[in-house]
T-cell receptor, first 116, second 116 residues
Framework: NAGVTQTPKFQVLKTGQSMTLQCAQD?????MSWYRQDPGMGLRLIHY???????DQGEVPNGYNVSRSTTEDFPLRLLSAAPSQTSVYFC???????????????FGPGTRLLVL | AQKITQTQPGMFVQEKEAVTLDCTYD???????LFWYKQPSSGEMIFLIY??????QNATEGRYSLNFQKARKSANLVISASQLGDSAMYFC?????????????FGKGTKLSVIP
């Protein structure tokens, strides 16, 4: 298994440009999520999905869109990039959302985004 | 809303000594999970240990143990016999699920430096 994969690894955008960060997992996980990591802020949840066709907002959803048409893929779209979206973006997945069981979230390697 | 507090921005420990990284949390959910992740300088997020809110015993994974004090809402990570490779950022997280949602909230992290 490749686990959780993210592309691209690094991207530079100009203000106002749009782009899609790709995330895929081959573990048949139901739950997928996107986080951004900024210095001194830890990881903050942007959007998440508990299954194909179901998405919801996290702590910092503004400026980002997501969709989940398949179990495997969970792309994150920036419609009009802003310098405040310069960050490292992590995608994660887990089997289900039940904390009672050992629901470890597996993280992708991250995408470094720079918006000029 | 959930909140995680890691009060130690940075810590130093001598190689082969034990170290405790502090984590306190606030959640209104009766059922939740507590996680610790390690982020080395290479950037990936590595799962270390999980504790369920109803688990009676403290979780252990090799040199890692979680000192869970439910009444105090504390979930400290103990690393025994520190190694140079333990130098990294460490993030504490709390998960919840309810009404179809699932969220994992992270603290801001503690930077651990192991001294030879």
């Amino acid at each position: 298994n490749a686990g959780v994969t993210q592309t691209p690894k690094f991207q530079v955008l100009k203000t106002g440009q749009s782009m899609t960060l790709q995330c895929a997992q081959d573990m048949n996980h139901e739950y997928m999520s996107w986080y951004r990591q900024d210095p001194g802020m830890g990881l903050r949840l942007i959007h998440y999905s508990v299954g194909a066709g179901i998405t919801d907002q996290g702590e910092v959803p503004n400026g980002y869109n997501v969709s989940r048409s398949t179990t495997e893929d969970f792309p994150l779209r920036l419609l009009s990039a802003a310098p405040s979206q310069t960050s490292v973006y992590f995608c994660a997945s887990s089997y289900s959302g039940l904390p009672r069981s050992q629901e470890t979230q597996y993280f992708g390697p991250g995408t470094r985004l720079l918006v000029l | 809303a959930q909140k995680i507090t890691q009060t130690q921005p940075g810590m130093f420990v001598q190689e082969k000594e034990a170290v405790t990284l502090d984590c306190t949390y606030d959640t209104s959910d009766p059922s939740y999970g507590l996680f610790w992740y390690k982020q080395p300088s290479s950037g990936e997020m590595i799962f270390l240990i999980y504790q369920g809110s109803y688990d009676q015993q403290n979780a252990t994974e090799g040199r890692y143990s979680l000192n869970f004090q439910k009444a105090r809402k504390s979930a400290n990570l103990v690393i025994s016999a520190s190694q140079l490779g333990d130098s990294a950022m460490y993030f504490c997280g709390v998960s919840n699920s309810g009404a179809g949602s699932y969220q994992l909230t992270f603290g801001k992290g503690t930077k651990l430096s192991v001294i030879p």
